[in-house]
Structure formats: structure tokens, C-alpha cells
């Protein structure tokens, strides 16, 4: 009983000391993630005029970019299981849908490389440098 009453004591006092800690406001906000690029991009010693145009090539690929689109994903999905689930496998079906899918993300991984170009012909040649060595850093899994 001693053993358990000290016990409890113990547990009370550290949840009392922790309390405060525990509802204190946080006062900083925590980063958004960053994605490999951004902080490729981030680590550059960047002039005000790069910066600014780096900006406007990525609002321009992010305005130009489409929306994901839910529905067309489920819709996908629902007609892989469908013909899974069906006695005879079509095959032709199915490759239609991988291939419709495939040219989807084959274009938008164009688009991620048309972007990174862009950036690449912004920096100086020493920046050029350091951008290849971070992008085959990252290639080679960090």
C-alpha cells in the first residue's frame, strides 16, 4: 500500500510540474515542409532579381498547373477493381487505363523538369554548380 501510495504521489507531482508545460502557448508556428526543390533553392545565395524571377517561373508553373482531380482518381480505380473482380480479364482495358495514366503523370513530371530548367538558366554559374551537386546529392537519396 505504501508502494502505491508513493506512487501516486510521485505520478500527481510530475503531472502538476508538467501542467504548465502542457498548456503554454506555442508562440512559433511551426515551418511548412519543404519540398527536395525548395530547399535546393533555399540553400542558394540567391540575388534579389533571381529570387524574384525563381518566384515568377514557380507561380507561373503552379497557376498553369491543374488541380488534382479526385473524382477522375476514384473513377480509375473503381474500373481497375471492376475489371479485376470480372471472370475474364480484359487486358486491353486495363492497359488503356494504365496508359491514360501514365501520359498524366508523364506530363507532369515534364512540366516539374521544364520548371527546373527554368531555375537552373536563372543562377550564375557558380549557383549552376552547387544546383547539380545538390540535385545528384538528392538523387542519390540524401
Same mark, same amino acid.
Given at each position: 500500500?505504501?508502494?502505491?501510495?508513493?506512487?501516486?504521489?510521485?505520478?500527481?507531482?510530475?503531472?502538476?510540474?508538467?501542467?504548465?508545460?502542457?498548456?503554454?502557448?506555442?508562440?512559433?508556428?511551426?515551418?511548412?515542409?519543404?519540398?527536395?526543390?525548395?530547399?535546393?533553392?533555399?540553400?542558394?545565395?540567391?540575388?534579389?532579381?533571381?529570387?524574384?524571377? #525563381?518566384?515568377?517561373?514557380?507561380?507561373?508553373? &503552379?497557376? !498553369? %498547373?491543374?488541380? @488534382?482531380?479526385?473524382?477522375?482518381? /476514384?473513377?480509375?480505380?473503381?474500373?481497375?477493381?471492376?475489371?479485376?473482380?470480372?471472370?475474364?480479364?480484359?487486358?486491353?482495358?486495363?492497359?488503356?487505363?494504365?496508359?491514360?495514366?501514365?501520359?498524366?503523370?508523364?506530363?507532369?513530371?515534364?512540366?516539374?523538369?521544364?520548371?527546373?530548367?527554368? #531555375?537552373?538558366?536563372?543562377?550564375?554559374?557558380? &549557383?549552376? !554548380? %552547387?544546383?547539380? @551537386?545538390?540535385?545528384?546529392?538528392? /538523387?542519390?537519396?540524401?
Amino acid at each position: 500500500m505504501k508502494l502505491l501510495k508513493r506512487s501516486f504521489c510521485a505520478l500527481s507531482a510530475s503531472a502538476l510540474l508538467m501542467a504548465p508545460l502542457a498548456f503554454a502557448s506555442n508562440t512559433q508556428h511551426p515551418m511548412p515542409a519543404l519540398n527536395p526543390i525548395q530547399m535546393v533553392i533555399a540553400s542558394m545565395d540567391l540575388a534579389a532579381e533571381q529570387q524574384a524571377e #525563381i518566384f515568377r517561373l514557380v507561380d507561373e508553373y &503552379q497557376s !498553369n %498547373r491543374s488541380p @488534382a482531380d479526385i473524382d477522375r482518381a /476514384l473513377e480509375v480505380k473503381r474500373q481497375q477493381i471492376r475489371i479485376v473482380t470480372q471472370p475474364d480479364f480484359d487486358e486491353s482495358e486495363l492497359e488503356a487505363i494504365i496508359d491514360s495514366v501514365q501520359a498524366e503523370e508523364k506530363a507532369i513530371a515534364m512540366d516539374d523538369m521544364r520548371l527546373k530548367n527554368k #531555375i537552373y538558366n536563372v543562377l550564375t554559374n557558380e &549557383q549552376k !554548380n %552547387r544546383f547539380k @551537386a545538390s540535385m545528384k546529392f538528392m /538523387l542519390n537519396g540524401y
